[in-house]
């Protein structure tokens, strides 16, 4: 339990956040979050047809019995993995709202509910965590209830496209590369999204980017692109992807996937979060018996839905500076 006691420094000023924040790539799919009932679930039941030929008959061997043939079906898994952040204050911290560290005038930017203040933070850390996992996620399969059950992220499940770039700068011959592998093996395009960090979105504006001359402002700033066979590819910036790689993600079959949390009011639960039923992140207040301090924890359970993984590409092992 993270216990925040009332020598932690309270500081006047306008709270500024250091560091990485956002999670756009989980903000851009959780539009079409899906709820599951148990924790392996499916994403792809691949299947695939032979190669096309001239696969013709004579008259004769139409007319006679044939052999049926048979199509076989696989399966592609993710899971939930848990998720769950500590949160905690003492009631002397929580009754400190007037006491200050550092330079001090009355411009009202103090903070005044420090459980409040810890809440937000790992609410924020919560969403940061889990666009990681969406992205670079090491799979663990659920066997035991000991085993740290963790999702495949998409380093791990783009598999069948994907075009080794081998130290060499982010090009157009490699992403035009990955769109005819992506072409061959069937993808829709039908949102199609370059997600990459932030070198890796610089490299694109050089790479497709055009500024007419102008006598006041200079530069580019792509945000979409247009690749034959692909048609508009959108970009994505996520703070959270590897330096080395870009993913070209069929976003229309990804979801952020919740395993809905159950438990039931007890007296400790406070009015304000008691809920009507199952929710997919849950902030449970915890009991303290016989102790001046209040809190509790969020709690999850989530997993990546990412579709049928040849309908996405990647590209790995690129340059990561100029």
Not at 31 to 54: C, E
Not at 127 to 146: D, F, V, W
Not at 200 to 208: G, L
């Amino acid at each position: 339990m993270a216990l925040t006691y009332s020598d932690t420094a309270n500081y006047r000023g306008v709270l500024y956040l250091y560091g990485k924040s956002k999670a756009p790539f989980l903000a851009a799919i959780g539009g079409r979050s899906k709820r599951t009932s148990v924790r392996t679930f499916p994403v792809a039941s691949p299947w695939t047809l032979s190669a096309a030929s001239q696969d013709t008959q004579a008259e004769t061997t139409a007319a006679a019995a044939g052999t049926p043939t048979t199509i076989s079906r696989g399966q592609d898994t993710n899971v939930c993995q848990i998720m769950k952040y500590d949160v905690m204050t003492t009631f002397m911290k929580q009754s400190l709202s007037g006491s200050f560290s550092g330079v001090n005038s009355l411009d009202g930017t103090e903070v005044l509910d420090e459980l409040g203040f810890q809440k937000k933070g790992a609410l924020m850390q919560l969403a940061k965590n889990i666009e990681y996992s969406m992205l670079q996620g090491a799979h663990t399969a659920e066997s035991a209830t000991s085993t740290n059950v963790k999702m495949r992220g998409l380093i791990e499940a783009i598999d069948t496209n994907t075009v080794a770039a081998g130290g060499l700068k982010l090009s157009k011959e490699m992403i035009e590369e990955l769109v005819r592998e992506m072409v061959d093996s069937g993808a829709p395009f039908d949102s199609v999204t370059m997600v990459c960090n932030a070198f890796q979105m610089q490299m694109i504006s050089d790479i497709y980017g055009y500024a007419p001359q102008d006598r006041t402002m200079g530069g580019v700033a792509i945000d979409s692109f247009l690749v034959p066979g692909a048609g508009v590819v959108r970009t994505l910036f996520s703070p959270e992807m590897p330096t080395d790689e870009v993913y070209l993600a069929e976003m229309s079959v990804m979801a952020p996937v919740y395993l809905p949390v159950s438990y039931a009011p007890d007296g400790n639960i406070e009015p304000s979060t008691v809920q009507a039923g199952p929710v997919d992140v849950l902030y449970q207040p915890a009991s303290v018996v016989m102790g001046a301090a209040r809190g509790g924890f969020f709690y999850t359970q989530v997993g990546l839905d990412y579709g049928p993984e040849e309908y996405s590409g990647s590209i790995t092992g690129l340059a990561t500076s100029a």
